[in-house]
């Protein structure tokens, strides 16, 4: 259920905000960001926190690396403010500029076997989840 509070209820500086985000982003701002912004102390700060654990915390992958992942599902699931998030996040940081072309054709990008593999993965369980299964 879609709420519509979420695109007519925010107050003058969070509809500046996302005024600007969109400006930024050359698309409509997913219901993620609104809800944040709507709802901040409840959901938004610790989205944020959470996101930013994945994003930006310890881990295997650099910040590049998940921020072309987060691209990758971006564009699988068509969310054109998403993908323009991650990939702008990661560009500036890779030596690899992220784009559709690279994404849909990910198979040829030139990434490492284990990015691929990751690649791999996040493709079946957004377009075929019901046959992801222990083998994969």
Known sequence: MRLRILDHGHK??????????????????????????????????????FASSILRGKSEWSSMERELFGA????????????HIHSSAASPN????????????????????NIYAT???????MLF???FSSAD
Do not use: Q
């Open 119 to 125: 690649l791999a993965i996040l493709e079946k369980l």
């Open 12 to 49: 003058l500086k969070n509809r500046l905000a996302l005024k600007i985000m969109r400006a930024a982003a050359g698309t409509e701002v997913d219901d993620v960001a609104k809800t944040s912004l709507y709802r901040p102390l409840f959901f938004g700060r610790p989205w944020i926190r």
């Open 72 to 83: 990758f599902v971006s564009n699988l699931n068509t969310c054109k403010y998403c993908l």
């Open 94 to 113: 890779s030596d690899h500029v992220i784009t559709i072309g690279k994404l849909k054709n990910w198979r040829e990008a030139g990434y490492n076997k």
């Open 129 to 131: 989840p019901d046959s």
